[in-house]
């Protein structure tokens, strides 16, 4: 090749147009999103985060959770992301306008986390309970910060959205949670639980031997009235929840396990990941906790722990605010508002059997003949 | 191949910079070097020109097939149309919610602003917040329930005997427009067995024009001293849920009360 | 004396390298010798530095509990260190230490400002360092490739500006009027860098991009940097070193330019593949998989001139570690294409995408395409550096089979194991936890993969090592792998 001049305007006009294309243009066609609003500019989604999440945010980017876990659902016709209970309709980027950053993932060496807030126990969406329990040994103690991101926020308006699900019961999350998470404790009612039970061992089938199967779990987390206000139709907070006494909800020397997916159930298995599943190839992040001993009465963050990871007698593990701020990022993570645009993915190839549509029949059903 | 330069001279003589720093003293790796590359012109083979077309041609086609029509909506590769209601209201989706009865769209108020507190069950959290659901708040005249929304309610306050006191209520005013606080306050007034009477936005903003100077957060000896009265304007007490077209109707000019 | 400072006349146009051309030669060799060598010690020392979090890496996969207690040892940590070791310590480094001689050489002319190179590679050092410390101190920016801190990210950017300034320097000097294709690959990646560089800082950090699209622009990044940095520095190295070796011209001018463009037309739209399925417009994703059929073009193109020019002389692989090596990356570039598109079509990628194919698809550019078209190179250019040759034909042989097979093993295991992974992944009455059991013998046998490369890398350390320390054996002939029979030797290495 002769002259300089050909040479140089080629390598710059193919990369200009690779950046033209790939970066420049959807910025242009799709950089600018809003958030998705009824007519009346209410049912805001998605709604700016504050405070703890970025912060949160700034924990789970430092300690590379994205290298095994996406932050994205598929949709229906391309993988069996919604059938596995991750969401229940393919993210779009109207999901991600108020992320930065944006942990879609490229590896599922775990779960999929775009919805991993939308699992948790309505008990743990709700600020209710947070509030109104004494600080002594409720479980939900530990995770106010968690539970309830929306002061960060300001307004009122700004409120979780797992908060704002709550009240809003539809069968396909509800549905859901004890295929995805293989505890009824995230069952709306127990006619749910129960009918879900056996379509939910498949998906416990990894706790260690000696873990009651889901269904009795339900008995022993009966007389908890965290567990029963959880239990109430629509996932509302019962009147009675306000009024629990102090004293570990769970029976510790049985299973020792907060409510799945709640934020006490993310600090033990941020803690200890192989606790609560034998089989998890999760690192420990003990980094993120504090062993201390106790000063006067057991901090009502300690962790419930039991078998080797608990601490010796007279000390208590705590997390740090690092831990905390990760935790309440993780419970903001809710895609299960819908979305127009998303809607329309859901039904589109014969394949699909539009679980985004109708989630109940397919929750209580599909798994139930397996195994 | 036999391209090697054979210099027995310099042969066996430079090999190392480190022991003669002469450069001219030409290392024998140089020496034995072949020249720099050059290249041939060998044209191309038809069968190559065979590898470009087919992937012209599946590349061209992948792309047509799975372009989503190219817009920004299209995420289902297959270019099923986009949705035809716009995901910021467009006027589709107007059309819809104009047909919404205030009920509807107060509930929808609500569930974005108020059942964070009050739940969707109106029951409220014992201790904290306050019902809704039969309280004599939401159920009884509409001027007092409107002092609460927009100006919001601060300090202890007894709501169906229960005393209550720790939650601040914020004021809505700036938030909420006439229109969805008048919704909201219908739908509350007339959910879970309440059935009072319906708002209309212009009582709300009658009574927001009153209210204007009230700087802050009403408290409970505030709202008592306030006559337990409807707003003027309104339908009927006990009234069902209006119908939309009554709900728009507009009502009397307000008449402030002293 | 001329402008090239050398004083001598234009070098003859016979065949042959005449006494002129080799004199030449010798001046602009001794010219490169510091910033060449400076570039490469740097790059070795970061290889094994890599190599070592890598087996770090390897083994906490299926050892989670593996000092996970340390902070700065948490897998989530070490796993972006080694990478971002890998591709800017070890293999940037490298290539720019290639590139810098390989430029020399084809401009004819002396280096220039080698305080330019001397400081680019002091601040890049700099950088890389700073931002592994980050990275390993919880400052990581989770953009995958992007890792590293502003502060890192900044350092970097200035020690690439000095030596990308040199690399325009040294173009104003150049003699003759042709420009080589290797050059064109050079000149390119020179170029492409900052851009892709800047871009990707700017509208991820100064002015980001809303949402999603920040994974769009990392990608992209990712894959343009994978394609038009390090592929194009590993392409041209390997147009110089194949003829070259073998003393031939290149098969084809025609096959060349078209190879060229196209390549930095078509991979520079890859990068969204990586999404498939993920919330972005369709047109996006598929733009990226169209490009990768259309990539392609440029693959069959530079394979077929690489082989035809290789055509008769591929006994000569027996003998010289330049054109074993070299051959081999070449190869794995077809292979890396390959995969890369067959992954990528959206019915293959409902199975592999967030599998670890999409790491084996990594090893296979950056390691079996990329790295071993470097290690060739340095076997080439180091002994022109020191003045001795390679001392143990044994050791680069060992490093040979070590790296091939390791990385040939990795690549297996990742793929076979990530598309079991995907399979069970898409059945969702398997529970979630028996995708990670399926892929965790995958994962122990790309470990045993590891180790062969960890000791492929502290081989050639060594040998590198003996020949800095002018260790290197004093000889006339090159360090062939294998004895040279006597009409064999043309195999001038």
Known sequence: MKGLAPLFLGIFGT????????????????????????????????????????????????????????????????????????????????????????????????????????????????????????????????????????PQGGAPAA????????????????????????????????????????GASPGSSSPPAGAPPPGPKTGLASPSPAAAANATPGGVTAPSSGSQTAGPPWPIQTIGEPPMYSAAWHHVHLYSPRSINFDSNMPAYRFLYKKRRISDARSAEALQLTGSDAPPEGWEVVPTYDAKCLVAYMMALNQSHPLSEARSAGGAPPAAASPAVSPGPSAAGSPAPAK | MNEEPKEPARVGQGMDYGEQADVQQVHAAVQREKREPRVGAEPLSIWLIAIYGLAIFFGGAYLGRYSGNFSSGGLDPMGAPPPAKKAVAGPA??????????????????????????????????????????????????????????????????????????????????????????????????????????????QIAALRKELANHPESFTEHDILAAPDEDLSGGAPAGGAPAKPGEASKPGEPPKPHG | MNATGIPLKEPSVSAAAGATEQLERAYIDASTRVPVLMFYTSAMAWL????????????????????????????????????????????????????????????????????????????????????????????????QWLEFPGYAAIILFVAYTLVVSWAVLMFRYRRGEQIYITQWYLLGAFLWFPWLYAAGQLMLFVVPVQGVLQSAVGWWYANNLLFLWFGAIALGTAYYMIPKVIGRPVYSYHLATIGFWTYALFSSWTGM?????????????????????????????????????????????????????????????????????????????????????????????????????????????????????????????????????????????????????????????????????????????????????????????????????????????????????????????
């Open chain 1, 15 to 150: 990369f200009a147009f690779s950046w033209v294309g790939l970066t420049v243009l959807p910025n242009w066609q799709m950089g600018h999103l809003n958030p998705q609003s009824d007519e009346e500019g209410t049912d805001i989604y998605p709604q700016p985060q504050s405070g703890m999440f970025e912060r949160g945010a700034r924990v789970y980017a430092a300690n590379g959770c994205i290298y095994c876990h996406s932050q994205q659902v598929r949709p229906a016709y391309a993988a069996a992301d919604i059938e596995r209970k991750w969401g229940d309709r393919r993210s779009a980027p109207r999901d991600y306008i108020f992320e930065r950053p944006v942990f879609l993932g490229k590896m599922r060496m775990g779960q999929d986390l775009a919805n991993i807030g939308a699992h948790a126990s309505a008990e743990q969406a709700s600020p209710a309970p947070t509030g109104a329990a004494p600080p002594g040994g409720s479980p939900s103690g530990g995770t106010s910060p968690a539970a309830s991101p929306a």
């Open chain 1, 159 to 198: 409120a979780s959205p797992a908060a704002k699900q709550s009240p809003n019961p539809s069968p396909a999350t509800q549905g859901a949670s004890p295929g995805l998470a293989g505890s009824p404790a995230t069952a709306s009612s127990p006619a749910t639980a129960a009918a879900a039970s056996p």
């Open chain 2, 93 to 202: 989706g107007g059309e819809q919610a104009a047909e919404l009865s205030p009920h509807d769209r107060g509930k929808k108020v609500f569930s974005a602003n108020c059942q964070t507190c009050h739940q969707a069950n109106g029951q409220g959290v014992p201790g904290q917040y306050p019902p809704l659901a039969g309280s004599e708040f939401t159920t009884g005249g509409s001027r007092r329930m409107g002092m609460i929304v927009l100006k919001g309610l601060q300090g202890p306050v007894k709501v169906k005997g229960q005393q209550y006191g720790t939650a601040v209520m914020q004021p809505w005013d700036k938030t909420l427009t006439d229109k969805q606080i008048a919704d909201v306050m219908t739908y509350e007034r007339s959910e879970w067995g309440n059935s009072a009477s319906p708002l209309t936005p212009e």
């Open chain 3, 48 to 143: 094994i530095l890599g190599t070592l979090l890598a087996g770090f890496v390897s083994f906490k996969l299926h050892e989670p509990d593996l000092l996970s207690n340390i902070s700065f040892l948490t897998w989530g940590r070490v796993r972006p260190a080694h990478m971002n070791v890998m591709v800017y310590g070890w293999a940037s480094m490298a290539g720019i230490g290639t590139a810098i001689w390989l430029m020399a050489r084809l401009c004819r002319t002396v280096l220039r400002y080698p305080l330019l190179l001397l400081a680019g590679a002091c601040f890049w050092n700099l950088g890389v360092l700073l931002g592994v410390c980050g990275i390993l101190l919880g400052d990581s920016t989770g953009y």
């Open chain 3, 273 to 493: 593949q990586r999404l498939v399925d993920g919330p972005f417009p369709a047109w996006m994703i598929t733009a990226s998989i169209a490009a990768m059929i259309l990539a392609m073009i440029p693959v069959a193109t530079v394979g077929l001139n690489h082989h035809m020019t290789m055509q008769g002389y591929f006994p000569l692989m027996r003998y010289s570690p330049t054109l074993r090596f070299t051959v081999f990356g070449a190869m794995s570039y077809t292979v890396f294409s390959v995969v890369g598109l067959l992954i990528s079509l959206r019915s293959v990628a409902g199975y592999v995408n967030f599998t670890q194919t999409s790491i084996a698809y990594s090893h296979l550019g950056l390691y079996a395409f990329f790295t071993m078209v470097i290690f060739g190179a340095m076997y080439y250019i180091v002994p022109r550096l020191v003045g001795r040759e390679w001392r143990y034909a044994s050791l680069i042989k060992l490093h040979f089979w070590a790296s091939a097979y390791g990385i040939g093993l990795m690549t297996l295991m990742l793929l076979a194991g990530g598309f079991l992974q995907g399979a069970d992944m898409e059945n969702p009455t398997l529970p979630f936890s028996e995708t990670v059991e399926t892929v965790l013998p995958y994962l122990r046998g790309r470990s045993l993969a590891g180790i062969l490369l960890t000791a492929a890398h502290f081989i050639f350390a060594y040998h590198f090592g003996l020949m800095l320390l002018g260790l290197g054996r004093t000889s006339t002939v090159p360090t062939f792998l294998n004895p040279v029979e006597a009409e064999e030797t043309s195999g001038g290495h």
